[in-house]
């Protein structure tokens, strides 16, 4: 399994950056970030490639790129330049998920402009469930995410096998220091840890207490690089910071 990351930044991405998203095997995005689709032909991806889109929670930072993602998808298909032969599987932990796929159509005028409707199939994931098909198999359990003052957000940390390669990885989207996370994480490789609602050390000890082999940090200001991997080595060594346009192998 090879992950790669689009974007590890925090909520608002500076210049060249791109918030926390990453791609799996070349056909699982995770979260679209800002302008996922731009970043992704940048890096040599092809977006028509998509088979599944996983968004964490429904927080815009993680799903604002969507727009952009189903216009391309559409425009290709009209084109003929490329065109996706499959619908589009989109999970996500709340009812929400239907709520922001309906009001991106109705951004894109999708009523209007029928020729570039993209067929999804959306799939509302309560955390706690399990998302399994003939491809991936997706364990999930509840993030602890609050926003605002005291908006709790339904938001998942997940276990992701895909069926068509060995390797299993576990992420996290945004999530505060939440110790059930470690047990979920047992004997899995690679855990991917939001370190912005999370400190560095809080991630990195979730990492520990779990027995994973590598700790990779997501979603913090890329000014604070050096401190976060300071606080996540002195707790676990085998930390490090997730870099855009670099991948790991799981
Ligand atoms: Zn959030
Ligand atoms: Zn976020």
């Given at each position: 399994m090879k992950v790669f990351f689009i974007g590890t930044s925090a909520c608002t991405p500076g210049k060249?950056?791109?918030?926390?998203s990453f791609l799996i095997n070349e056909h699982i995005l995770v979260d679209t970030g800002w302008c996922n689709v731009l970043k992704l032909k940048e890096y040599g991806f092809a977006p028509e490639k998509l088979k599944y889109l996983i968004l964490t929670h429904l927080h815009q930072d993680h799903y604002l790129g969507l727009p952009q993602l189903l216009f391309y998808l559409g425009i290709g298909k009209v084109d003929g330049t490329y065109s996706q032969d499959w619908p589009l599987t989109v999970i996500g932990?709340?009812?929400?998920?239907?709520?922001?796929l309906k009001k991106t159509e109705d951004f894109l005028q999708f009523d209007r402009f029928q020729e570039l409707t993209v067929q999804l199939h959306p799939h509302v994931l309560i955390p706690g469930k399990t998302y399994e098909d003939e491809n991936i198999r997706l364990e999930t359990i509840s993030a602890k995410h609050i926003s605002g003052v005291d908006r709790t957000e339904k938001a998942m940390v997940?276990?992701?096998?895909?069926?068509?390669?060995?390797?299993t990885v576990c992420f996290t989207g945004d999530t505060s220091y939440h110790p059930p996370i470690a047990d979920f994480a047992r004997g899995v490789p690679v855990l991917i840890h939001d370190s912005c609602h999370s400190s560095a050390a809080e991630a990195a000890a979730t990492a520990r207490d779990a027995g994973v082999a590598k700790l990779f940090l997501i979603h913090h200001p890329p000014a604070e690089n050096s401190k976060k991997l300071r606080e996540a080595r002195a707790v676990f060594p085998a930390s490090f910071l997730a870099e855009a346009g670099q991948s790991v192998e799981v």
């Open positions: 060249g950056e791109e918030t926390a932990p709340s009812e929400k998920l239907d709520y922001v997940c276990k992701l096998t895909d069926k068509h390669s060995s390797g």
